[in-house]
């Protein structure tokens, strides 16, 4: 059996941060302009103007990003309490990335009862 001290994955290996004058990186900073022209197009009204496949380009590598966080030990919440999403929009991403991985919400539940997490 394979113990996660005894293994370590390309994903946990950090890439060298290029850090702007306050600390952030270019990528940081471009997911914040993204996320703020997101945030406002929907604010306004407006259509996100994501194709499909965009979408899910960015659904996926977001997802990794935190999977990959929350086996580091970083457990923080995906998305700050109160800050725009209900809770129909919660279940609706996790009933959505559920059925992507082909799983169910009784899989989930075993996997948070066995993990703890």
Known sequence: ?????????MSYLEA????DQD??????????????????RL???LDHELDLASFQALMSVLCRIYADSVELG???PPVLSRTGISATDAMAVSAGLLQAAGMSAFELGFWQSWTGR
């Not at 060298?16 to 850090?19: D, K, W």
């Open 1 to 9: 059996m394979w113990l996660k001290e005894e293994v370590t994955f």
């Open 16 to 19: 060298p941060r290029i850090a």
């Open 23 to 40: 600390g952030s990186s270019d990528i940081s900073v471009a997911a914040k302009a993204l996320a703020n022209n997101l945030e406002s």
């Open 43 to 45: 604010t306004k009204g």
């Open 74 to 76: 970083e457990v923080e």
